[in-house]
């Protein structure tokens, strides 16, 4: 295998096709904080293929925090009203 800038000629996991590959993680570093763990997973991925998740990882990304702090501001909302929280 000749080595390019990190990447290998491998199998993509995604797509299955014989291509330059280089280490995708799984999950995305995008929802750890820095500093990364050292031991996250990684599956060979094309230059396509792990660009193409790139903004789905950001996507869920967003979602996940608005999520978050929506039911935060929602428990916080029904206290001060002296509900209780769902």
Known sequence: ???NFGRTVG?????GETKWVSADHVPPKNLFPKPYPTDMW???ACD?????FSKDDDYFLIFVMERHHRDKIRKRFRSVLGQ???
Not at 11 to 15: E, G, I, R
Not at 48 to 52: A, I, M, R, T, V
């Open 1 to 3: 295998m000749t080595a």
């Open 42 to 44: 990684t599956v060979p």
């Open 48 to 52: 396509d293929c792990n660009q193409g």
């Open 11 to 15: 199998v993509c996991t995604y797509c």
């Open 84 to 86: 209780r929280p769902v």
